[in-house]
């Protein structure tokens, strides 16, 4: 499977990897990602022991990523450990990188002990979410997904907007309706987006929902008829109730309408998977979970692009009675 999966990923995600200065520039960058998340897991469990997988999702993303991947034992001791890669020289790959260190200075026991200020790790997030190299993968999965040919789009959980700015970039959709729980996140997405929070009077409608499923019933005021598409871009362990919110996400798409989703998973890069738990997500996914969450919400596979590296991605649609 890997060695297809690797032929899938120059297959698709080919402007990524010249990006990122070729594939030996890119191993490199991966290669740090496993480095500091085998450090990070040391470091928790011998502080804080294997009961810290309990406790904290990060520690729990570490403990389950470097498990599949042999360095640790069940019992939590290291079972190998990667060699120290060489630095990338590829500025996005160096980008890549650089955002392990600062969190790293952070220090992996108090991430699992939550003893790090919020708006250490909110910097973080802001910081990964707006750098090169995730402005291209970003961009690479929306046109490998086909964004363009959708032009009404629901998007759960917009954080600060670089999606929904990314999209139109591409192209122009009628509608695009976006939600978040976190009020900060509209304001700074709104911003972002030069909208008002709430008012759907353009082409683009940022708002504020507990739920997917709040965020439907407002939705629907605005696409009564549904919409072609909902866009999921490492979302999906943000959500509170992944098969229940899925499942009310499936009643906004209308006939023909798309699940359009990339999910970071714990076959992907465990170090970044670790960092954007400790940066609020609710769960820690396999690729395979994630396809067990999707058919529980009533989905089915339309094409399937990658399983797991750089992560998940593919199409869904929901199973019609």
């Known amino acids: 499977m890997k060695f297809v999966e690797e032929v899938n990923v120059l297959r698709y995600y080919k402007p990524f990897i010249e990006a990122g200065g070729g594939v030996a520039q890119v191993r490199k960058a991966l290669g740090w990602s496993e480095w500091f998340a085998v450090k990070w897991w040391e470091e928790v469990f011998n502080e804080v022991g294997l009961s810290s997988i309990r406790g904290s999702v990060f520690a ?9 991947r042999g360095y640790i034992r069940e019992d939590g001791h290291i079972k190998k450990r990667p060699p120290r890669p060489d630095y990338p020289t590829n500025s996005y790959a160096i980008e890549f990188v650089e955002l392990h260190e600062p969190f790293d200075r952070l220090g992996a026991v108090n991430v699992a002990t939550n003893k790090v200020d919020e708006n250490s790790i909110g910097i973080l997030y802001s910081t990964m979410l707006s750098q090169g190299w995730y402005k291209i993968l970003r961009h690479t999965f929306l046109k490998l997904v086909g964004v363009e040919n959708y032009h009404t789009i629901f998007e759960p959980v917009v954080k600060e907007g670089q999606t929904a700015m990314a999209v139109l ?3 122009t959709p009628r509608l695009y309706l ?15 987006l030069r909208i008002k929070p709430g008012e759907c009077s353009g082409v683009v409608c940022i708002y504020h929902a507990t739920t997917a499923c709040d965020a439907v019933k407002i939705a629907r005021r605005h696409a009564p008829n549904g919409v072609e598409s909902a866009l999921l871009l490492h979302t999906l362990y943000w959500l509170i109730d992944p098969v229940k919110e899925l499942s009310c996400i499936s009643t906004l798409l209308g006939p023909g309408g798309k699940l359009l989703i990339g999910q970071q998973v714990v076959e992907s890069t465990p170090g970044l998977v670790a960092m954007v738990t400790a940066m609020g997500a609710k769960h820690v996914l396999s690729w395979k979970g994630v396809e067990q969450i999707l058919r529980a919400a009533g989905y089915k596979l339309v094409k399937r692009y990658l399983r797991y590296l750089p992560y998940y991605i593919a199409v869904w649609e929901p199973r019609r009675s």
């Open 60 to 68: 729990r993303a570490l403990f389950i990523s470097l498990r599949l």
């Open 178 to 192: 976006g939600f978040d729980y976190r009020r900060d996140n509209i304001e700074m997405a709104a911003g972002s």
């Open 169 to 171: 970039e591409i192209h």
